[in-house]
T-cell receptor, first 114, second 116 residues
Framework: GAVVSQHPSWVICKSGTSVKIECRSLDFQATTMFWYRQFPKQSLMLMATSNEGSKATYEQGVEKDKFLINHASLTLSTLTVTSAHPEDSSFYIC??????????FGQGTRLTVV | RKEVEQDPGPFNVPEGATVAFNCTYSNSASQSFFWYRQDCRKEPKLLMSVYSSGNEDGRFTAQLNRASQYISLLIRDSKLSDSATYLCVVNRSANAGGTSYGKLTFGQGTILTVHP
């Protein structure tokens, strides 16, 4: 199946710092990638849709200035959590949709802000 | 009302049992449907797509009823390794900035535990 690689798999950072998470599609081009957040015992919640070469589309309630998304190429999208705080601690997962094959997910990034 | 609703369970079944999960969706414009499984602290992985004609993959059978906006997953002869959270996922077209793309919406997941 298609492969989506996400890095890092986990990160611990101090409150107030910024963290960048990368999402790459390894065997297909993805004009659109998605960023989700999952809190413990809850389902995935879509944060934003990343569009190659244009601005990301954010879901209601997600601060675009806090969660910066860049989709500079057809195989790479990045999510930067700016000025992270403990309440931002969560499991962040990216996905890319391969037409005809469904959506494939990165391995996820467990962010802990201390 | 949530766009995709599932019975959260948990379902606790013995090995060898047959278990069925249900899911309903509210947006009639939804175009494609999937079941994903998610193991604890891991990313979701595609289990199978769901088609109106129904489809089967080994011990797993998925059904879609577009008129009722209802999706199901049947697992026969449950194995210990089937223990996971099963996510009902619905895809529909969305548009932003002139770009059309598929937007996935997840149900809250159904927890399955298969015990010896």
């Amino acid at each position: 199946g298609a492969v989506v690689s996400q890095h890092p798999s986990w990160v611990i950072c101090k409150s107030g710092t910024s963290v960048k998470i990368e999402c790459r599609s390894l065997d297909f081009q993805a004009t659109t990638m998605f960023w989700y957040r999952q809190f413990p015992k809850q389902s995935l919640m879509l944060m934003a849709t990343s569009n190659e070469g244009s601005k990301a589309t954010y879901e209601q309630g997600v601060e675009k200035d806090k969660f910066l998304i860049n989709h500079a190429s057809l195989t790479l999208s990045t999510l930067t959590v700016t000025s992270a705080h403990p309440e931002d601690s969560s499991f962040y997962i990216c996905s890319a949709y391969a037409p005809g094959r469904g959506a494939f997910f990165g391995q996820g990034t467990r962010l802990t802000v201390v | 009302r949530k766009e995709v609703e599932q019975d959260p369970g948990p379902f606790n079944v013995p090995e060898g049992a047959t278990v069925a999960f249900n899911c309903t969706y509210s947006n009639s414009a939804s175009q494609s449907f999937f079941w994903y499984r998610q193991d604890c602290r891991k990313e979701p992985k595609l289990l199978m797509s769901v088609y109106s004609s129904g489809n089967e993959d080994g011990r797993f059978t998925a059904q879609l009823n577009r008129a009722s906006q209802y999706i199901s997953l049947l697992i026969r002869d449950s194995k210990l390794s089937d223990s996971a959270t099963y996510l009902c996922v619905v895809n529909r077209s969305a548009n932003a900035g002139g770009t059309s793309y598929g937007k996935l919406t997840f149900g809250q997941g159904t927890i399955l535990t298969v015990h010896p």
